[in-house]
């Protein structure tokens, strides 16, 4: 029993020695210090409940945090901690790459200036050019003025190519931004073939070529037609399919209300033209639905997407094909066919009509 | 989490043009400007000049094209749609239209412009920027060393009567100063803005040649 306890306290004798000799090297003015109490805030903060003081710790938390940070990479005299480039032998200054994210971080965890994670980012190489201009703009020790405009004529040179450099690196990714924005607005773009762009390159695979829009409209126009056509006798369904031009317009307007709702989700659907016609044929009456898409694509002048319906009395069908109870119709489609060149309509709907040539 | 699309061709070819405008801006201002004797301007200056003046002209001009979209959006008309559709068609697909070919002509005209206007007025900002500091530094060491001679006094009371040596530079300096100084200057930067947009040129010329050939 008391070698036990012999062992535990000499046990316990090293880890004190040895805390005493971390704690010992460890410098008060120091980054250590800094992490140190951000560490501390953190630990507080998970402790602490009330929602308004955990916002006040965090603050201090972030606030050790950065300058901790920002004290490591500062605190290299012999450049140890800047990764070299391989092959070119240039060191690259991280420190404030990673200072500016955690300020962005920081900014964004309290949703202040920065709102959302795009914004963030755009402001990212601003703020981290911001702190190496603070870094050379403050002046050491304690004076009424902390900054000043810095002495060396080649100093306000670097520091000004250096803002630049930054501003053209969040133009970039406000440009990517910008492109998803595009996207956004046109989602059949996604499906298309970039491969001929100066601009942009794809970071995975086209999942079809046909327009996802295109083909939910089709069907769409589809039941359109069903819906129509329910419940009418059968001459008065020829004849509202003789007469499918006149209603076209209505048809269009409709279909793609119902696919893209009021007002559109996306202002693609201004692109797509509805156009059909019947054929009156034997054995079976013909109704080609055919969608246009007139906006932007990697073909010149678009796309057809087109679907073939075979349309017959009820009743007439071999035994196999079951009609649709209670119609006196019925009408097969087959799949949607596409990748022909376009066309325009010839109906044009003059309303949308002049978007594009 | 990852966007469909990432712009990095638009960031090659951009990276390589301004390293092309930096380079051959860099030679113009360094020749045009050795020609005049006041301005001299060491090549390590002017490798800082063309980039600082080249920088400033892309962010401007990426400002130009978000304020664009940022307008077109906020206030959509037939004629932001159209123009929308057809920078679509040029950024993702590298489809031309007549009409896009036709604003391009004239957007590049109008660039030519405006981007010398900036780097002529980025160039004077810079100079006097990183002069600013210095030529006070100069001048008290000047005027330590005259006050020595004590000719300062009599140089400010009466300009008209015969300067020192120092003084007559610095004289003919501030005489020049205000109209004529910036000639020089601005003929430079006018050269080297022509030089870098031809250079530009060519490459897209070429670029274009090689898509014909090879389809």
């Known amino acids: 029993m008391p070698q036990i306890t012999k062992i535990f306290t000499t046990a316990w004798q090293n880890i004190w020695t040895r805390t005493q000799a971390v704690a010992a090297g460890v410098k008060v003015f120091s980054w250590q210090t800094a992490l140190m109490l951000s560490l501390l805030a953190w630990v507080v903060y998970l402790i602490v409940i009330d929602p308004n003081l955990k916002q006040f710790v965090a603050l201090y938390g972030w606030g050790f945090l950065i300058l901790g940070v920002d004290w490591f990479f500062l605190d290299d005299k012999e450049d140890k901690k800047k990764p070299t480039l391989p092959g070119l032998n240039i060191k690259l200054n991280i420190g404030p790459w990673i200072t500016g994210a955690l300020i962005c971080l920081a900014l964004l965890s309290y949703r202040f200036l920065l709102t959302d994670f795009p914004t963030a980012l755009v402001a990212w190489p601003l703020v981290s050019a911001g702190v190496v201009i603070f870094r050379q703009c403050l002046r050491p020790g304690f004076k009424p003025t902390p900054f000043r405009v810095p002495n060396d004529a080649g100093v306000r040179q670097d520091l000004i190519l250096l803002t630049l450099t930054a501003a053209l690196f969040s133009c970039w990714f406000q440009f990517g931004i910008l492109l998803e924005n595009i996207l956004d607005r046109y989602p059949s773009l996604a499906g298309d073939d970039f491969r001929n762009s100066a601009f942009v390159v794809r970071t995975s695979p086209a999942t079809s070529r046909v327009p996802v829009g295109g083909t939910t409209l089709l069907n769409t126009a589809e039941a359109q037609v069903r819906e129509e056509l329910s419940g009418r006798p059968w001459l008065d369904v020829q004849r509202w399919l003789r007469d499918i031009e006149a209603q076209l317009p209505r048809l269009e307007r409709q279909t793609i209300d119902r696919v893209y709702g009021i007002p559109a989700r996306a202002e693609e659907s201004q692109f797509w033209r509805l156009d059909a016609d019947f054929e009156d044929a034997l054995p079976n009456d013909i109704l080609r639905l055919r969608l246009f898409w007139v906006g932007p694509s990697s073909q010149a002048g678009g796309y057809i997407l087109e679907k073939v319906c075979l349309i017959q009395r009820a009743g007439l069908t071999p035994p196999g094909d079951a009609p649709v109870l209670g119609e006196s119709y019925q009408m097969e489609c087959q799949p949607i066919t596409s990748n022909l060149p376009a066309e325009q309509p010839e109906t044009e709907p003059t309303e949308r009509g002049r978007i594009i040539e | ?215």
């Open chain 2, 1 to 215: 989490m990852l966007p469909t699309v990432l712009p990095l061709r638009a960031i090659a070819f951009q990276a390589l043009f301004l390293l092309i405008a930096i380079a051959v801006e860099a030679a113009v201002l360094r020749r045009t400007l050795a020609a005049d004797k006041k301005e001299f301007v060491t090549p390590n200056q002017s490798i800082q000049y063309a980039a600082t003046i080249n920088l400033l002209c892309t962010v401007v001009g990426w400002l130009a094209f978000f304020l664009f979209f940022a307008v077109a959006y906020a206030l959509p008309s037939a004629w932001t749609t159209r123009v929308e559709t057809n920078l679509v068609n040029f950024i993702f697909f590298d489809q031309w239209s007549n009409e896009t070919a036709t604003s391009l002509i004239v957007a590049c005209f109008i660039m030519f412009f405006a981007s010398f206007t900036i780097k002529q007025a980025g160039l004077n900002a810079l100079r006097s920027t990183l002069q600013a500091g210095i030529e006070k530094k100069e001048e008290k060491k000047e005027a330590e060393a005259s006050d020595e001679t004590s000719e300062s006094v009599i140089r400010e009371v009466s300009p008209s009567r015969r300067p020192s040596r120092s003084g007559a530079i610095r004289v003919l300096r501030n005489e020049s100063s205000a109209p004529q100084a910036m000639k020089p200057q601005a003929r430079a930067v006018f050269y080297a803005n022509a030089w870098s947009f031809s250079a530009i040129l060519a490459i897209l010329m070429f670029r274009f040649a090689i898509q014909r050939l090879a389809f």
